[in-house]
Structure formats: C-alpha cells, structure tokens
C-alpha cells in the first residue's frame, strides 16, 4: 500500500535508543543533531544548512516559501506530492503561492515543458515562477539521472528561478544509481532528505546549501511549527542509518523487492520500475478482488494501482502477493 | 534548564517500541493512534476528536486558528507561551490573527483584566477578541484550581469568545490537584495535552470537544504539517504513559522535586511552587557564578532564574544543585 | 482592448461631485454609502450588508474568503478570472484556498463537470470544494439564465458548498435579459457588483445575503485594505447611475455595440455574443496587422482574440474597427 | 473629527475630470500615472517605483511585507497606525509578521528604546525586526526633523533592518519645515505619500526607492487586490494637487488652522501642536457636552481628545468650535 505503513528499521530505532540517555540542549542544540547534520553533509559532500523536522510535507512547503514570494509559483510534475497531495501546504505556509503543473512521463518533468512554461511572459496578473520543486525519484518510481536533472535545472536557474528537490525517496533514486554527491554541483538550493519513506520513525532533514536562504532559519522552523523541542529524537535515527548505510541497505532492499514484483506481474506496468514502486493497469473490479483477497493497494493519480515496497517487505510477501494477483487476474 | 533536555520515560520508549511491529495504515488510521485517542478520552471522561500531533506549537496555533478568523484576536497571558516564544506561529497559522496580551500574577490572567479586555468596543479597526488562550500549569509553574479557570472561561463564553486550554505541562496541574475530568464542562472548547513536556518524545494530543470546529481536521492538519504519516509512533507514547498512570506519576515526581528544591533554595521565590517550576530572584553575575559551576538555567520573562523539574530529575541531583546554590550565595 | 479603458461614465461621475459637499463621517458611516446600500438593495429585492470596495479582485478574493477555510478549494470555471487572472489572489486573501478549475463551453460551468468535482472523496491529502465561484457574464461574454445558474448553485448547495457569484458585468448580464432579483432566491451568498467596467470609477460593491458570513464585516474589510476612509467616493458613483437606470442603459449600450460589431465581423465567432464582448478566431499576423492599424486587443485564454465594448464604445469606432477588420483580412 | 471627513480639494477633482476622457491603457500603464510618478520622484528629488494605490492601511502592510518575511517583526511607535488602528493588516499581508511596539514622546520613536529593541539577542523563538516603520507627522502632530528622522534610520540599517516611512500626512510635516528632498538620502527603502488626507479622493503613492524591493512588484500588488485596472483616477489627483504645490498650500493652511485653534484653546495641550492636529486633556464628561453642542471629536490612544484640522478647516469653524470649548468648559 504504501512505504509509510511499514515499522522503523532496527537501526534507527537504535539510534533512537542511544539518544535517549541523558540531558541535552534542546531545540537542536544537542550532539546528536550536530552529529546526524554532520552525516548529511558528508553523504551529500556539500556544506549546507541542515535541520530535523518532524513532516515532509511541511519541509517541502517550508522550502518553497524560502524561495518565493506568495505572489509567485512554484514549477512541478502535476503529480508531485506537494502538487496533489499536500492539502494546499506549500500555498499555506507560502501565504498563497502558485503552483504550475508541467507533464511529463513517469513523474520526470518533461523539458519542453518546463521551456514553455519559464518562457511564458511575466506580467502582474499572473504568478511567475520563483521556484522549481523536482522530486527523486518521483511519484511513479522512475529515477532522474543526474544529466537529466541537470538539463532541468540549468534551464530554471537561466530564469533565477530556484531550484527544490523533494528526496521523500532519494535513497531508493541513490540506490538506484543516483550519485548523491552530484545535487549540490547541479544547483540544487534545497533538498528534502525523507527519513520516514526510508524507514525511520517520522523525520526529515531540511538542507540548504544557499546559506542566503537560511537567513533565521531557527524562526522559520518556529514559526511553522517544525523546530521540535527535543530534537534529538530526529535527528538520532539519521544516525542509525547513515553510519553505517544501513539505510542505502534498505533502499537496494525495497527497490529489489519492487523488481522481483515486476518480475512476477501478471499485469502491465505503466511505469519502469526503477526503484522501490511498481504501477499497473488494473481495472477497479480486479483491484477489489485483490483487497478482499488481503492486498491493499492504492489508485494513482494517472489511473495505475500502486505497489509500493520497503526496507520490511519480504520475499515472500512478494511472492504471495504476485501468487494473489496471478489467481486473480 | 527545560524538561525539554530530558530523555523519555521507560514506559514511553516502552509504548514507542510496542507499536513498531508490523503493518498498519498510515495517516492515524491505525489501530494505535484509535487506542491512544480512546485513553484520552477515558482520561478527560468526554467525547471529543483526538489527533497526535508533532508540535506544540503547531497544536497551539491549529487549535487558534481554527477558533479564530485572522481580523481576531487571541487573549492570552501576557507571558504565554503562545504570546512570547512561538515566533508568531498563532500569527503565522492565523494569517494574521492578533493577540492580546493580559496580566495577572503567576501566570494566571487577571479577572479583571480579561473582563476590561471583553468590554473593549468593537469596530472595524482592531482585532477584537476571537478565542482566549489558558495554559495550566502556567508558566511560571502555578496550577489553577478549576473555579478560577471556570470564572475566566465563563466569562470568555459569554461574549462568544472560545476557548484554548494549553496543556503542555497539564499532567504536573493535574499531580498538583487539578481535575482533568472538569476540563470539558468547564467549557473549553480545543485542550493541547503536551506529550513531549511529560517524558515523551515529540507528540502533542489535539483534543477538539466541540465537532463543529473539526470541520475537515484532517486537511487542515495535513495542509499545516501535522498530520504525520507514520502515526503511530506519535499515538504510541500516549499509550505507554496512560496506560498504568505512568504519566501521573512522573509528573508527581517533577513536581515533588521542584517541592524539594523549593525547601532548600537560598534565593527568594517569585512564584509559589505549585508544579515542577521554580523561579527565582537571582542577580545576573551569580547566575553566571551558577553556569561555571556547571548548572544550566534560564532567565526567564519576568526577570526570574528558572528552575525546571522534570520526570527525569534526581533527588541526588536536587541536593547537589541547592548545595551549589548556597555556595554561590 | 477592454473595459477598463473607458473613462467614467457621465452620471457616476455626477454622482461623485455631487457627494464632494461638506463633511460627513468617514469609513462607511455617511449617508452616501446608505443611499448606495439601499439602492443595492432595491435593485435586487433583497436584504443585504452591501460595502463598497476599491477592487474587484479584492472582493472576489475577501469573499472567497469569507466562504472557506484555507485547506478548503473554490470550484470555479478554468478561464474564470478568479481563477487566472488576479495573479493567486484568492489564495493570498485566503491563506493558501485551493482552486478547482472546472471546463464548460463559453465560460459557463458544465453541470456534468461540476457534479463530478462536488462528488470527488473528501479525504485529508486534498482541499475539498468549500465555496463556488460563477460568473455572470462570463469572461467569454456569455450570460448565464437564471434557471442554468439555478441548477449549478442547487448542486452545490447540496454539498454545503457556499455560492459566490462575480458581477463584474452583472449589468450587462442584467441588460441581456439576466433578472437580478433572481439573484438571491436562486442561493447565491455573496454577490460582487462590477462598477468599474459598468462605466464607474474604481469601485464594487461587495453584497452579503448570509449575514452569519459578515460577522466582523468591517474588521475584515480594513485587515485586508478593503474599508476606505473616504468611503462616499465608492458609494457614490453607484448612486449616480443606479438613481435613474443609467447603469443598464450604458450596459445594454456596449452590448449593441457588441451586437453590432458581431454583425460585421469578418471573423468566425468562437463564442455567442450575448453581451459586450465580441471573441472571434484570427491568426496572430493578423491581429499584429491590426494592431499596426491602430486598434488594440487581447488574445484570451482560449485562443481567441477579444474586443471588449463599453459604454463609452460609439458606433462609429465599431463601424471604422469592422472597416479596418474587413481590409486587414 | 478626522481629516478624512473632508471633501476632496478643487485641484484634486479638477484632477481627476481632466483625466476622464478617452481611452488610455489600464493597470497603470496610462500617461496620467506616468506623469503623477515623474511629479512624485521631482518632488522627491530620487528616483524610485511609484505606483499608485487605493488604502493608505494596504500600502503601508503591502511596504512591511516587502520588507520582512513572516518569522520577522516591524519596529513601531506603539501608537503608530500601522501598530493599533489597522486591524493587524501588517500581520494579514505579511503573513504572520510581528510588530515591537516602541515608546517615545509624541508620537515620535525614542532612540533609546529603539537602540535596546535592536539589542535584543536574536533567536529562533522570537520574530526579530526585519524593518522599522517611521511615520511622520506622527499620530500626534509631531513632525520629526530629518537629523531625528536619520538618527533613527540608522541605527536600524547599521542593523540590517529596513526602513518603511508611512506619510500619510507627510505633506503637513513638509509644511512644518521638513524636507521632502531629505527622505531618500536618509535611508528610506518605501515611503508611502498620502493624497487622501492631503485633500484627495483615496489614493496613495507606493514609492520603493530600493528597486530589489520592487521585484514583481505589480503582481504583488495585484495579488494584494491593489493594482487598480483604471489606475488613471488613482493618479489624477496627484497631477492636480502636485503640479502646481496646491498640496502644500492645502497642508499649510490645515496647520495653521490647528495653530489657531491651539491659540484659543481653553484646555491644556497634551502635544506640541507641529502640523494638524491638536491633542488636549479634557475628561469624558466635558468630551460629551462638546458632542451635544454639534463637534465631534474623538478619544485617542494616549487619552487626548484629539481635534483634527484639513485644507477645509474654515478660520471661521475654528473660531466657533474655540468659542464652543470655552463655553463648555
């Protein structure tokens, strides 16, 4: 059904564990967020601002509204998650903020698109792009390569038009072959790096690499209601899973299990699998069949049924699954 | 310094690893997000709509926000929390609602203060009153008695003004002798019960009594941030601490060792100790005297030294920090 | 090129000298804005709080507004102007409101699409329809029948969905044979009556049927910029052409104009012309010839080229543009 | 009573009826708005965005939008209009931004109480000031000389804080002595130029001195419902009043019409009477008595009864309403 039904790998609930002893600063004055900062930016081999917050949709909308203003909009697939499927938040926290849907397969912006759109005329009856959220890898499970994105945001930055990357998945795109080093070099301004998806308990690291952009960030976070008091508890699954990779581990993992599911699918695919999702062409009344069988799935925004594999999901619930859809077919 | 630089209590943790098994429907739609709502409206006797919350702040402002159209005002305290440390988040989740700050000794608002605020003529240039904001415990640790907090409610409720109980430190009012059961025929119409401040990792519960105000909750929670997609791990604390009255328990701990600080302080006490809080008046270079003997603490907004109690508070480490507080007299 | 070129009509401008005598009470409270309300109120037989306002684009947003919640979306025709072009200011005014584009022939909702939308599941990862937004006469020049706009604010009442209905050029509508005593029987609850493009100097009346939706009407207003100081200068270019129909008979004026165009126009149509727009199909060379004629346009959202008539339009001006149409062709 | 119960000045309205003939482009791309800003920048002796606006309220909050983000304060007179009489439209359009109000004798901000304001430590719980708003006159006829003025100004920018200059009686200062020329060379960033209590119909002159301020500034004013379609009769009366310094003779005479009434004045002055108003102690019972013998006047913040002169202000009303208070007395 979805990466967010699974439990919390048993490194980051380690990590967790071995933050919890002890007082600490709080409001991410402890060791623990200095440490997990230091590991993201390591991992990213960039310097940056890097906070811990609670939701990603919240550190997307937060991002968007750092790089606009409310009379401006944001560029986006028209399924991103901040597009579709964040309630309106980053119109919210960016006090009314734009949003401009582009097409494009398989979630990856097409480029033509986004061309016309950054060429369109500005004028002050219409909110003009401030800002281009890319997601990686996106909604249908396709992973940009890094030439791809660079095409992509290269065209935005000619416009100064700044560039947010939503990594509710990015270790599932990493895992996939996506060079993580390469989103500061590519011009990326602020990157969302999901933990949840990944298989921590709720948390998401904010990154800013333009540091103009994190002017008073701590009363940004505020404000919005995402500077936790104890912040150590976000922070302290980061390590878990990035000291020792664990959570590239369980990346591999998912997108593994999502290949043996395509493998096994007696239904069409809709979409490469290139990570951790697997997307369908599945009509209603077989999709009802497939849940009253015990197999949750969702319908997407493009008309596909939606398979989507974790660090937890095993072998064997993917063999069963794929005995269930080949029995029900 | 804070009860926020506390660890979390063994049955929270306890609660947090029980839930991480299996499974479950994300967005509060599973099982332990409904037993945690369930325990607490066992623990307030009343029927109400409970979510699980990251953020107190954010529960404060959603809660202001969704009693308040922005052309209102907020009542509160003049040294609320909501007031004085948020950065403006009623501010910010409110577009623009303001906030009317009160005075009253301890914490407490004034009678007459909020009665002179009431009659306050109405017209098109101010923001007139839309909600009053309590805090029990206050902040300066003292704990009202249900009749007063009735006699300010009452008031409030009779110029149609509603009602915003801030319970990020209700468990210490509640070991201090304060009824929870009193809270909804007192007639508050949204209570924040503060997770983090009682021994839990980040989780706040937002209890709206009045259904009217739930009006599309999930969204308004999703489009602020706070609907958390893994929520369990937020509902799960509340389980563990309920569950067998650990929470009480704890906060009864805090408190009797703010008793115990109190009984053996050499500075003069600004407020009585009711709960876990104790303030003192101490002049800025033995405080700094303090901070090099090694003890943290803060200076707070009526000029007082803060001492903060927690669950996690020693006897052993109550007697040290008096013992270094009479040496640095 | 559009309404808004012309300059004011005679009898308004009357009006305001007329109101230009002596001191009177400012923010609404003189006798101007009464007159002005009241005339509202005959005009369209119904009781009402009527205010006078500077923008349209304001009025359309603060009523939106004042009809959702800002996790909540307005249903509104996809060319709507609401919609596209007042650069997100529904969504500035409402805190990030959504908006549901809706297709329909001509400017006018289609019932199927509308009833499709108003049937989506109501779930908290969208903003569902809180308000609805119709036009009349259409951005396409369309005019509504009260049985036609009857029926789309029947369905959506029928889901709670508050009415909002754009008068913009509600007078030509009215000239065209639409009844504005229908207006409030048919469930619409905010009404905006154009006077700027009905020939007035900047001003709008802003009509409120639900009075539960006034609540703090002025506060509003003022928060959001909208409650003049010098409010007889709104009011009373109302007065000067509602006092003797002056209004409907420049309104049924630029329809002919518009009829008369139409009538010579060697272009096809692209919409009915029912009131004073005249839309048609023509190449962009085409239209830069004619701009190098002398004579300026728009080319609409739906591709057409629009030549928008006023009250101020002569016969002659449409006869030498039908000249110069005719030879550039 | 208030200078905005007057008429409109003959040479504003001559104005405004030269302006209303023929086509001209809308959304302020008329030669009239061109002409009014080059009088505007002459007057100013700088160059700078001018834009011309309905409210003096939304010109104010859309200038301290610009100039702050939402996590940011405005520093303020704490009887400044912006502060208390604009229903929180500061925090409306800024989304949440915070005002310190400031002390200081007659309206003017005290250097001192700045100079702590600014000394404030800056972090993340509390909404830091991004600009200073200066008004002047002030709210109570004082008129800040530009070395005052500067000293103020900074001390904010050697802060990095902007500065905002509401001027909605700035032309009664600049009767008084103060010298317009001075504002920009100051370290001004927006100057608001108020026409409409200088004599005109509601209009205000948005000037942005600093042009990164003016970033997309139309679409910020449009999304703020202030970017008026015929931006012509925004502009017009500015012609009519500025080309000939009509508004000055208009200013000067409202000055010493408040001069003659101070002269006769029967109660003690709670104000130097530098420009229109005239600010006495006079208890509520005595304030009644004036009312029933015809004069309206009203109670003002700091407990005045303020009486408010304007270019209509007869010597013979003055001499009446001085008559009045004697015998009242």
Known sequence: MSDNTAPVAPEAMA?????????????????????????????????????????????????????????????????????????????????????????????????????????????????????????????????????????????????????HLDGARIFNAAAAGFDLVAIRPLGVDILVVGGTKAGMPPTEALVIFDRKLAHRLDARLKQSGQLPSKGRFYAAPFIGMLEDGAVLRHAAHANAMAARLAAAMPFALNHPVESSGVFVDMDESTRLRLEAAGWASSRFLDGSVRFMCSWATTPQAVDELAEALNSIR
């Open 15 to 163: 990590g967790l564990l071995a933050a919890n002893s002890g007082f600490v600063t709080s409001y991410g004055g402890d060791p623990f967020t200095a440490r997990a900062a230091d590991l993201i930016r390591q991992m990213l081999d960039a310097d940056a601002e890097v906070r811990f917050v609670a939701s990603g949709t919240a550190a997307n909308a937060v991002a968007l509204a750092a790089l606009c203003r409310p009379f401006e909009s944001v560029l986006a697939h028209e399924h991103a998650h901040a597009a579709t499927d964040e309630t309106g938040a980053p119109g919210f926290f960016g006090h009314g903020l734009g949003m401009i849907p582009l097409p494009g397969a398989h979630g990856r912006i097409e480029a033509d698109a986004l061309a016309a759109a950054l060429a369109q005329p500005q004028n002050g009856h219409v909110q003009s792009p401030g800002a281009i959220s890319l997601t990686n890898a996106t909604e249908y499970g396709a992973v940009y390569s890094a030439p791809a994105l660079g095409g992509l945001i290269g065209a935005a930055k000619a416009k100064d038009v700044g560039v």
